[in-house]
């Protein structure tokens, strides 16, 4: 069964920095790419960023040079940095498991910007 459980979501002022992690359990995580996408309110969902296999990074313009993020294969654990948080980037944010493809997310977690 596969699961991913996203936290560290939460409120904070225009300009401060959170973590996001995900946590996989009933896969082999280092064998799969992986990626945050974000929903805001009255939205779609919109694509953040990706990680491969072997660590190679993407981002969406709006968050690049803001975010990163990272994988840690031994803890099974997906991580997003987000620093200079903007107002614009409040909404629940979501792990997913995939590159073009995503078949397995997690619940969401709410990050709010104010």
């Known amino acids: 069964h596969v699961q991913l459980v996203e936290s560290g979501g939460g409120s904070v002022q225009a300009g401060g920095s959170l973590r996001l992690s995900c946590v996989v359990s009933g896969y082999g995580f280092s064998s799969y790419c992986m990626a945050w996408f974000r929903q805001a309110p009255g939205k779609g969902p919109e694509w953040v960023s990706s990680i491969s296999r072997g660590g190679t990074t993407y981002y969406a313009d709006s968050v690049k040079g803001r975010f990163t993020i990272s994988r840690d294969n031994a803890k099974n654990t997906l991580y997003l940095q987000m620093n200079s948080l903007k107002p614009e980037d409040t909404a629940v944010y979501y792990c997913?498991?995939?590159?073009?493809?995503?078949?397995?997310w997690g619940q969401g977690t709410q990050v709010t910007v104010s």
């Open positions: 997913a498991r995939g590159w073009a493809d995503f078949d397995n």
